[in-house]
């Protein structure tokens, strides 16, 4: 299997949010003339709002709204100039104010973004290190990646997962002074927390520790002076800790506010950070409105504000429990998640609400993992008892339904977020019905014919050469090199198959298609600890093979049924075998597919071109060349007829033991040289499989003693290839002697003796996989773009796998 690309993050997420914009549910507009904070309109209809931030309130006060007039008719709507040079009249009152709120120095900020930006390249120096949790708002992450010009190592950690950072300190702590850890207070998805107490316990184990804390979500509604989740369970800022909170969002004005520990950073962040120095400061409306809000977060009033949510969220909280309904985590923040697993079942759930009276937002990627959608609720002051429990019967009621209509289960949600099943009463059965499916844990199970009629000439899974494959890899010593096989057949009413394809279940190390400076530092790592980062995924296809491993009659007016069925038995094998990841491999670019595999959990990401050459029609060297485009020809001319007096070529379809090492050997210095794609070895005794079977054969250069610097004839390359029956030939895998492969054009020749072997044999089809398109375009391949679907646990892993390579 070649590399696959580094996707590219932007194109993916639009790929996302158009797909749920097509839906409905996503960048739409409201209509409203004005609010009150209770209903929203959307689409001709008034909904009940369950989907903001503003906690409190505090945004519809007329106290806040009030300051906010005044200040615009005594300043205007804005002061154009730089806090550096000078502040707003306000200013110095609302600092005053938040100040006393915290009991520690402040610097407010235009917004939490920009915050970011200015704070962490002040506050992170060029020895220091940091350790991203893989939920940490987007705007720490983007922040923190600029560091990275200053060679600021940032490493991250799974969700929450204090082991991990342990482990990351352990390994950061001896060449680095600060470790900063950054994390979210309550993460806005699904409203969990942050382990704040034990974190302040890990930094008294670990003093280089810094803490840093995004709480926008944690701020207002709880803490004293509403100074947030962190601060109530913190009490005192230790010295060790910077945090930000929010002037928006539930403090109900605009902003954001760093809170230092001590003087000294304040005034190294005051005093130049970034965009704290060059973006425009906040409208005199926001701060006016802000000191409204900061006057009562000084008072009493806050403290029944925040009850006043508070029974609102404990009623919500006692009516989902009374329910099925998939509430991932149970606390006593404002913010609530329910899963859907497949972005369809979340589209669907969604629209359905919104036909009730309900507003509320979707969580899809990459907020959350794609597998992972859900419909995101809010609880604010706003909301009167009543539509809370509306609410409530509205989503017992139509949740199964949108399980129904999207063909899952609550069963298979509740997996997707590792939580146990509640029942539900009165499910139908959702699996489409009147179709077959056949599922077989070996090749020998299903007839060569049926098979062979449906994956026959191409690569090297035709019935044969996968009997071949089951035989290499099983029953091996190193788990690495044993496969578990499936092989999926759907068929209709009448036997007429619509769909085929196989799975593998095998090791892979986790950054096999990760960047390769990312897998040169993890196989540092193995050499003490050989199974550091390795899992287990379960694949379309296998390691060993490459092209369409899905057969699928797209004429058939039954096939979408098929591939539910299929996504079934996916499950299914999810569940017994619970790997890391699932990957659907080498698909041509299909808008259709594209949206299917969407809808049901999958990210698209990019593989490398497929390389082909069709309709080959060999009569000698020089006629193959003719039909090469004049550029091609000059590169055949210099790169390869002018080398090939170098080299004698043989042909063979079986090789003694000596020359199974010595392929074996060349074999894994194409594999050590290419961390791009970090897979394990194959077994050994593939040679040996490889020799004794009639379908595979080698061809193999030999370099001629003068041009070897022992002065004896050197095997240099071997390419290995499979006989697809009588049409295609499959240039399989290749070895290559390094010290003389870029002096003689070793891979060059390989390649046009391939297409040599393959026309003198007769075969019109040379399948030659997708490495090295370039190379193998300049031979007159035929280049086809390929796409993968990934599936992982988390987000984590695919920012590991460098698909979001962007984001991370």
């Not at 938040?98 to 060029?126: E, F, R, W």
């Not at 058939?556 to 075998?577: G, Q, T």
Request: glycine share 6%; net charge neutral.
């Amino acid at each position: 299997m070649a590399k696959i690309k580094n996707n590219n993050f932007l194109d993916t997420v639009n790929e996302v949010f158009t797909d749920a914009t097509n839906h409905g549910v996503l960048h739409l507009y409201a209509e409203d003339t004005y609010f009150t904070g209770r209903k929203i309109a959307v689409k001709n209809k008034e909904l009940f709002h369950f989907g903001t931030t503003g906690y409190l309130g505090l945004e519809q006060d007329l106290r806040l709204k009030k300051a906010a007039i005044e200040a615009i008719n005594r300043y205007g709507t804005q002061f154009p100039l730089s806090k550096t040079y000078i502040s707003h009249p306000l200013y110095r009152a609302l600092e005053e104010k938040v100040a006393c709120m915290y009991q520690h120095p402040i610097i407010i900020t235009k917004n939490s973004t920009l915050g970011h930006m200015g704070v962490i390249p002040s506050a992170v120096g060029d020895h220091d290190a940091i350790v991203l949790d893989h939920q940490v708002h987007w705007s720490v992450q983007s922040a923190a990646k600029v560091l990275q010009t200053r060679s600021v190592p940032i490493e991250m950690i799974r969700h929450n997962n204090l082991d991990m950072l342990e482990d990351k300190l352990r390994k950061l702590s001896p060449k680095h002074n600060r470790i900063w850890y950054m994390a979210d207070g309550v993460y806005s998805m699904y409203g969990d927390e942050a382990p704040v107490k034990e974190l302040i316990s890990l930094c008294q184990k670990y003093p280089q520790l810094y803490l840093y804390f995004d709480d926008v979500h944690g701020m207002s509604w709880t803490g004293n002076n509403g100074t947030g989740f962190v601060m109530s369970k913190l009490k005192e800022l230790p010295e060790n800790v910077l945090l930000f909170g929010t002037l928006s969002k539930t403090f109900g004005a605009s902003g954001s506010v760093l809170v230092c520990p001590n003087q000294a950073m304040y005034q190294k962040i005051k005093t130049f950070g970034g965009p704290l120095t060059f973006s425009a400061q906040l409208e005199p409306a926001s701060v006016g409105a802000a000191i409204a809000s900061a006057d009562i977060h000084l008072s009493k009033e806050i403290y029944r504000l925040q009850n006043e949510l508070l029974e609102r969220i404990q009623l919500f909280n006692s009516l989902l429990a009374k329910t099925s309904l998939p509430l991932i985590d149970q606390n006593n923040a404002p913010v609530f998640y329910i899963g859907t697993g497949m972005p369809i079942t979340g589209y669907n759930f969604v629209n359905r609400l919104m036909m009730e009276g309900f507003f509320v937002n979707l969580g899809i990627f990459p907020a959350v993992p794609v597998k992972n959608t859900g419909v995101r609720i809010t609880i604010s002051r706003h909301n009167q008892p009543d539509e809370i429990k509306a609410l409530v019967a509205a989503m017992e009621y139509h949740y199964p339904k949108a399980l129904e209509a999207t063909l899952t289960t609550h069963h298979k949600v509740c997996k997707a977020f590792n939580m146990q099943t509640k029942p539900l009463t009165n499910i139908p059965q959702t699996l489409p019905e009147g179709l077959c499916i056949q599922v077989s844990e070996s090749i020998e199970n299903i007839h060569p014919s049926l098979w062979n009629s449906l994956m026959d000439h191409q690569g090297v899974y035709n019935w044969e050469g996968l009997k071949f494959i089951e035989r290499s890899f099983s029953n091996n010593t190193a788990p690495y090199h044993n496969y578990s096989f499936t092989y999926v057949i759907v068929k209709d009413q009448l036997n007429t198959p619509i769909l085929a394809t196989f799975f593998t279940r095998a090791l892979w190390k986790e950054d096999m298609l990760a960047p390769e400076r990312v897998s040169k530092k993890i196989e540092q790592k193995r050499e003490s600890v050989p199974n550091y980062m390795v899992s287990e995924v379960l694949s379309m296809g296998c390691m060993f093979t490459e092209g369409n491993h899905l057969f699928l009659d797209k004429e058939h007016p039954r096939w979408r049924d098929a591939m539910h069925l299929l996504f079934n038995e996916i499950d299914e094998l999810d569940a017994k075998w619970n790997p890391q990841m699932i990957v659907l491999r080498d698909f041509e670019e299909n808008e259709l597919l594209n949206e299917f595999f969407h809808n049901h959990g999958y990210i698209k990401v990019a593989m490398p071109d497929a390389c082909t050459i069709k309709d080959l029609h060999w009569k000698n060297e020089e006629s193959f060349v003719k039909k090469l485009s004049r550029r091609s020809r000059r590169h055949y001319k210099k790169e390869v007829q002018a080398f090939l007096h170098h080299f004698t070529v043989k042909i063979k379809s079986q090789i003694k033991e000596e020359q199974e090492t010595t392929y074996y050997k060349l074999l894994e210095q194409v594999r050590k040289n290419n961390l791009g794609l970090n897979t394990f070895p194959f077994p050994f005794r593939l040679m040996h499989e490889m020799s004794d079977h009639a379908a595979w054969e080698f061809i193999e250069i030999n370099l001629k003693a003068p041009y070897v610097k022992e002065k004896k004839v050197k095997t240099v390359g071997v390419m290995f290839c499979f006989k697809n029956g009588q049409h295609t030939y499959v240039p399989a895998f290749v070895g290559m002697d390094y010290t003389y492969a870029h002096d003689y054009g070793v891979y060059r020749q390989l390649l046009f003796q391939t297409i040599k072997r393959a026309g003198e044999c007769g075969f019109k089809n040379v399948d030659f996989g997708m490495t090295a398109p370039f190379e193998k375009k300049k031979f007159g391949a035929a280049i086809t773009p390929k796409v993968a679907y990934i599936q992982a646990k988390d987000n984590y892993t695919m920012e590991l796998m460098g698909f979001m390579e962007e984001n991370k």
